[in-house]
DNA sequence: CCGGTCATTGGCACCAGGTATCAATATGAA
DNA sequence: TTCATATTGATACCTGGTGCCAATGACCGG
């Protein structure tokens, strides 16, 4: 007996599989040459789930996720929030977010905390980032978890521009810090690439 | 006959599995208080599908938004690249990047595009976003393309640092403009939050 | 050569969650 | 009453499986 062919055959299943979780286990015989009978088999030794538990697993996988992403709203927890005055949120650094090859956060994700606490914390009907003045002091990796504070240093409370300075922790090392300009004005859209905000209490 | 209950239980039913795809139709009998015939009638004048086309269609849809999502990795499209000179980028704003309420592109995105083309730019093995200085001249808007242009000003080709200008245009208006200081020594994880790049020529 | 152990395959009953179709009943309006 | 619509019941069938039992093949040690 080749015994080669079945740990060979559990490889190809688990890539094939992986690479397209779409497959019945007909279509599975049709591939490795194998019985419907023994592709079960092996499913079985390698706890593959049959094919409408794994679409299930990926429907509510995607479903968990647009639940749970405000991605695309504010990003990051915002635990404390003193509007004009100072702001803390909290982000989680998670597979997601890192450069898989170096599980290094992409810039962009501590750039968005930030960014988000720091439009968040501004007391208007709409607040735009006009522009900042970011460093990256050392990066923030998997797992970690990233405290940002921001303190509006010059609220120009008539309209017009607000000075967030902003800071994130991993711990209490500083790990970014940025000097945001805010423009606030209800109904301001000529100027400012960043977001308007929801967090309005 | 009360035809009023008809077009309810179909909007009540709508609405259910709008908000939770996941039923049965055994299920749905005891939400509704009606047959099992009379769930399957309703979905066929509804064109809502079975359960299992209903899971189906979601794990599709997730899969090719992980397929389709470099948004990971670099975020626009590097369509002209000199190492160590210049490069330029292509980025269209599309729904997922905006701020429903205003069709505004979240600040993070404009940023990320000139932030990833700012890193490829560098030629060397890890390139990391020390500090940038960002300013955002006018908002991008849904459906807009965003061509950045990246040049390397001052190359530090030993290592060290290097200094890369983003400028971010529609059309011929500016929409974005940065510095960035980018990091570039292999292996170094010590220093910048931005992420190493995939664009090895 | 013989028995023992895997690996592979076949066959059958059964299940969930349906579709498709036909028939029976209820209900209300003309 | 009669007709149309709504609802329910019943049955056959489908896919993509699980669970179980049995038959066959291959190889190895004694």
Known sequence: MERLPKRQRHQQLSRLIEENPFLTDRELTRLLKVSIQTIRLDRLELAIPELRERLKMMAERSYDSVRSLP???????IVDLQLDKSGISLFEIRDEHVFSRTGIARGHHVFAQANSLAVAVINDEVALTASADIRFIRPARLGEKCIA???VRSSGSQKGK???EVFTYVGDEMVFQGNFVIYRSAGVTEAGGGEAHENRH
Request: without cysteine.
């Open 71 to 77: 991605l695309h709203e504010v990003i990051g927890d």
């Open 149 to 151: 504070k921001a303190y």
């Open 162 to 164: 607000a000075k967030v």
